[in-house]
């Protein structure tokens, strides 16, 4: 260890935290960084330092030893514990051995007590340094990492389209991943995301539940796959096995998105490859799998559809292809308007390349004015409002691209201001609804972030959010000044005891409802009402 380990010591006498502090010298190989006098400042304490030891004594005021020990125990759990008492009893230290503390002490503590403490620690923790770093661990880490290294791997070649990548062919293979052995197919699932229900993570989180459970489908199914997320959706390659793989498949897929929708409210759409073998197909099966899923988006009544009954019917058909719509989609949710200026442009002069006459036009028209209607829709916006028109008599009346462009340049520009104005008073609103909560229910003793959460109808994270935001603090340290400036109205206007104050302002313990008060106001609440007679 290249530093001393870090203790907090955690006493309410302010003479025994220096006694015990006076008795580790800095050859012991710790240091300490920090004292505290209660168990709610030896928490704040252990968050911001960090430390490998927290060495508590038991009978304190608020939270006991035990009780923090438990706290550290379930939050911390690398923290060595060490107890400090004076009541030397059987019932303190079988709850120091179910807690898994590291030492039991007995006050008084003599400088012999603390070394050997320490000296057995030190064994202890430098073991566990060292082991951090042997060829094993570095092992193991890399056997933990292998999914994530296969999954960057594959990403890295479908990106690549395929080509040139022998290299990431090889890697995969040293990693155990093989195409070659036996054909396979390739499912890509795309899920519809509702921004008024999901933000970026809530919906990143639920990709990935989907994701599991996709996969907890196949592996059930006895299915050898591999799976890894691409561009907005998550791609399943599917090894083939026994004589009803088609049908085993399908089954598995059919029933994964009915269930989906079901339990976890989201419709999934999912793509279906034919059949390849080897690495150099695996693009090929990509583009299969998207040009499915594009028709079943657009056409198909059935969410699961398959290459070989739309691919060869869609393929005629010139359109917008479905990496430049998932790539248009992005930019449209996530970019910067110039991204989507940048692409809009791009997607120009490739149309204009490549459409020569109105049939393929006419097509191109549906399907990009149809992404962005939807998008709009997606997020709570009629686009035929935004626009002053009705759409589809709009899509008659253009004529060529150069209008087409324009026209949605200006609505994705339309679309983004009324989303980030909604968005805005939204929020604002939330939060208001949220601090009036607040202000009405603070005498509540049992009101938490939860609580006012499952009343609004929001998620924790997101009140969080918006509190930093617009208020610059927390839920707790909100609710902590609504409360004191209450208690600070009633010490002075009124003769009720501190102790019927501490109730009237949501605190059941009036001893720490004074410990709250002096850190809030820098006095205690009997001092404060003298000061302000």
Request: with cysteine; charged share 30%; aromatic share 10%.
């Amino acid at each position: 260890m290249p530093e001393p380990y870090k203790i907090i010591l955690v006493d309410d006498e302010d003479e025994v935290r220096g006694r015990i502090s006076s008795k580790i010298s800095e050859e012991s190989g710790f240091t300490v960084v920090g004292t505290a006098g209660n168990g709610y400042d030896a928490l704040e304490l252990i968050e911001k330092l960090s430390p490998q030891v927290v060495l508590t004594d038991i009978k304190m005021p608020y939270i006991d030893g035990i009780e923090l020990a438990e706290i550290i125990r379930r939050e911390y759990p690398t923290v060595r514990i060490g107890f400090i008492t004076g009541y030397d009893e059987f019932d303190y230290a079988r709850q120091a051995i179910k807690l898994n503390v590291r030492s039991y002490l007995t006050k008084p503590l003599t400088r012999e007590d603390i070394s050997s403490f320490l000296q057995q620690l030190k064994v202890e923790l430098d073991e566990e340094y060292r082991d951090n770093y042997n060829r094993e661990q570095i092992q193991k880490r890399y056997e933990q990492s292998l999914p994530l290294i296969i999954e960057n791997y594959l990403v890295s070649f479908l990106a690549s389209g395929g080509a040139g990548r022998r290299d990431d062919i090889e890697q995969l293979r040293q990693c155990g991943v093989s195409l070659d052995d036996t054909r396979y197919l390739v499912a890509f699932a795309i899920l519809e995301r509702n921004p008024e229900h999901w933000g970026v993570i809530e919906f990143e989180q639920l990709k990935l539940s989907v994701r599991a459970r996709l996969g907890a489908a196949l592996r059930l199914g006895e299915f050898d796959y591999y799976d890894f997320p691409f561009h907005e959706g998550i791609v399943f390659v599917i090894k083939e096995k026994g004589h009803d793989f088609d049908r085993q498949v399908d089954v598995v897929l059919n029933r994964m998105v009915t269930t989906t929708e079901h339990f976890l409210s989201v419709q999934v759409d999912i793509g279906i490859s034919d059949m390849h073998k080897d690495f150099r197909q695996l693009s090929s099966a990509y583009e299969e799998a998207s040009k499915a899923l594009s028709y079943s988006r657009f056409s198909a009544v059935s969410r699961v559809s398959y290459f070989r009954e739309a691919g060869e019917r869609s393929s005629r058909l010139a359109s917008l292809r479905e990496s430049d719509a998932v790539s248009l989609e992005h930019a449209l949710r996530y970019g910067t308007e110039d991204d989507v200026r940048e692409l809009l442009d791009a997607l120009k002069l490739e149309a204009s390349r490549d459409f020569g006459h109105a049939a393929n036009l006419n097509l191109y028209v549906v399907n990009l004015v149809s992404l962005l209607a939807n998008h709009a829709a997606s997020l709570g916006i009629d686009i035929n409002e935004l626009a002053e028109t009705d759409v589809i008599e709009l899509m008659g009346r253009i004529r060529n691209l150069e209008q087409l462009f324009a026209w949605v340049q200006s609505i994705a520009g339309s679309i983004r201001k009324r989303s980030l104005a909604s968005k805005l008073s939204n929020s604002k609103r939330m939060l208001e609804l949220a601090v009036n909560a607040i202000k009405r229910e603070y005498a509540d003793p049992d009101l938490t972030m939860d609580l006012v959460c499952d009343k609004l109808g929001i998620s924790a994270s997101y009140l969080g959010q918006l509190f930093k935001k617009y208020k610059e603090s927390t839920f707790v340290k909100f609710l902590t000044g609504v409360r004191m400036e209450k208690a600070k109205e009633l010490l002075t206007t009124t003769g009720d005891r501190i102790v019927e104050i501490a109730l009237s302002c949501g605190y059941r313990d009036v001893y720490y409802f004074s410990h709250s008060f002096k850190k809030y106001t820098g006095v205690s609440p009997k001092k404060y009402r003298e000061d302000n007679d």
